[in-house]
């Protein structure tokens, strides 16, 4: 169903081959900035493996990967300050042709730091 392209950006990131402002990295996960950041607080997680779009990391990917991944989202949301009710944060992960999805490696944007306003009505 997915056909993952090597030559995508954030592959290329994760080659060490396109500088990147790193804010956390495991053995499995990278967090990043965003270059075009939407928020104060606008960062990138995306896992290692080469898996192109959300629903394909949750199936394919290794518990290790999964767990990993969801440990170190925690992290930078505690590092960055939106944890919490006072604070708080948007997550996303555009899929696809009719999600908009601009780099076909999976991602989830981490957004906070600024009242966000409602999404869906
Ligand atoms: P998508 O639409 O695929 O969910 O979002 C891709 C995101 O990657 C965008 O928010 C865009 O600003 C970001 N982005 C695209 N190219 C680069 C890059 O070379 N470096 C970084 N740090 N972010 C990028």
Redesign the pocket.
């Known amino acids: 169903m997915y056909d993952y392209d090597d030559q995508n950006?954030?592959a290329r990131?994760l080659r060490g081959e396109?500088p990147?402002?790193t804010v956390l990295e495991t053995e499995h996960t990278l967090v990043?900035?965003?270059?075009?950041?939407?928020a104060p607080v606008?960062l990138?997680v995306i896992p290692k493996g080469a898996y192109v779009a959300y629903d394909q990391f949750a199936a394919e990917a290794s518990d290790a990967e999964i767990l990993d991944f969801n440990r170190v989202l925690a992290r930078v949301c505690a590092q960055t300050g939106v944890s919490g009710e006072a604070a708080g944060f948007r997550m996303?992960?555009?899929a696809g042709a009719h999600?908009?999805?601009?780099?076909?490696h999976m991602?989830v944007?981490l957004l906070g730091g600024r009242p966000l306003g409602r999404m869906l009505e």
């Open positions: 950006i954030f990131i396109i990147s402002k990043f900035e965003d270059i075009r950041p939407q606008h990138l996303i992960s555009n999600g908009v999805q601009e780099v076909p991602h944007h």
